[in-house]
């Protein structure tokens, strides 16, 4: 067996993390080693108790490799391990980097520049055209975007990224045949096509809950800064926060209106000494001596959103006064300085080009 095909087995071992598999190293020396030492032997060596010395005896290791090497090839993946020089540096820093990474599409030397966009499931619509145009700015200024996959603000920073033909990495809490949540399989295809996706869980892990902090560390173990956009009280995307933090990475929150359950992470935020992030030159400000060099020049189209690109004159502006949140007709026409049987005309071809659409109570926002 080759190293790669050792640390494959030794990944679907329950409790094996990179601190034990550094520790069984330091003992014999060589990934055979581990497999041939005898239960003393491996109960010998710090945190390897009774049980995880039982997993590593009683493995069958021909069987696990097989079906997770026919699981690789089905799913049209790649396993990559912590000893290959293509693992991602960033992620190599951290303290407990995963030892596999299960691949589908393409890491690359680029996507050490990367920057993590998560928040809430739950997004108000604020939250999710913020995630959105975050992503789209920061991809066409040539950032990685590193999410979760997740409903609401994760996907939506996927979405951005994809729109401006960026490059973007989702990361799961389960494994790659496993796609999680099951309505976002075909983004995490488009996703594979422009970027990454990617597990440490073997091919057919469910997503079990423990497994999503153990996620939100590879997500800002990827990425030289993370964004939070919004966030309820002890939420998963502060956990990401906290990884931030441990790990030395900047730190971003966008501000949201007081009183609204999905602010209060992103204020308390911004209250710790986290950076003020309401777009792209946020971000890139703070990481400027880091990524000097590499960023593309400007990117905004008009609206400072992909589709904003394809608009005319008069359609841009009633586009721009619906921004983030939904508005009346009147505040439309008073905000574009447009004659009503104009301002009305763009509405409804924003509406057939799937940009607008139109609310109860009269009002109009821009499509999620």
């Known amino acids: 067996m080759t190293e790669l095909e050792y640390l494959i087995v030794l990944n679907s071992l329950p409790d094996i993390g990179f601190i034990r598999f550094r520790n069984l190293m330091e003992r014999f020396g060589s990934l055979k080693g581990i497999f041939k030492a005898s239960r003393a032997q491996l109960e ?14 009683n493995c069958d290791k021909e069987r696990t490799l097989k079906r997770e090497l026919k699981l690789i090839d089905k799913y049209g993946a790649e396993a990559i391990s912590y000893l290959d020089k293509d693992y991602p540096g960033n992620l190599k820093e951290i303290y407990d980097p995963p030892i596999i990474l299960y691949v589908k599409g393409d890491i690359v030397p680029e996507d050490k520049y990367a920057v993590a966009i998560v928040g809430s499931r739950n997004a108000s619509r604020y939250g ?8 789209y700015e920061l991809a066409v200024r040539g950032f990685t975007v590193a999410s979760g996959l997740a409903r609401g603000i994760d996907a939506s920073g996927h979405k ?6 960026g490059r973007t990495i989702a990361v799961l809490g389960s494994g790659l045949a496993e ?7 075909e983004l995490a295809e488009e996703i594979a096509r422009s970027g990454a996706v990617i597990s440490e869980f073997p091919m057919e892990t469910p997503p079990y809950k423990d497994n999503f902090p153990r996620r939100n560390r590879i997500i800002s173990g990827l990425s030289l800064g993370v964004v939070v956009v919004e966030a309820a009280k002890n939420s998963g995307a502060l956990i990401t926060a906290d990884f931030a933090l441990e790990q030395g990475r900047e730190l971003f929150a966008v501000p949201g209106q007081a009183r609204v359950t999905t602010s209060f992470g992103t204020n ?18 703070e990481l400027s001596g880091v990524v000097r060099g590499h960023l593309r ?9 992909a589709p904003a690109a394809k608009l005319n004159g008069s359609e841009g502006k009633v586009f721009n006064v619906i921004a983030e949140e939904p508005k009346s007709v009147d505040e439309i026409i008073d905000g574009a300085s447009l004659a009503a049987s104009e301002a009305l005309s763009c509405l409804t071809r924003l509406e057939l080009k799937g940009l607008v659409e139109r609310l109860p109570g009269k009002l109009y926002a821009r499509k999620a």
């Not at 796609?179 to 399989?185: C, D, G, K, S, T």
């Not at 308390?268 to 400000?285: C, F, H, K, P, Y």
């Not at 020049?297 to 959103?305: F, L, R, S």
């Open 160 to 165: 951005g990224a994809l729109q401006a033909k």
């Open 179 to 185: 796609i999680y949540p099951p309505e976002h399989l």
């Open 268 to 285: 308390t935020l911004i209250r710790q000494g986290a950076r003020l992030a309401e777009s792209a030159d946020d971000v890139i400000e």
């Open 128 to 135: 999710i055209t913020t995630a959105e145009r975050l992503g």
């Open 297 to 305: 020049a400007g990117g905004k189209e008009e609206g400072g959103t």
């Open 44 to 57: 010998a060596v710090d945190k390897i108790g009774p049980k995880t010395a039982e997993g590593i005896l």
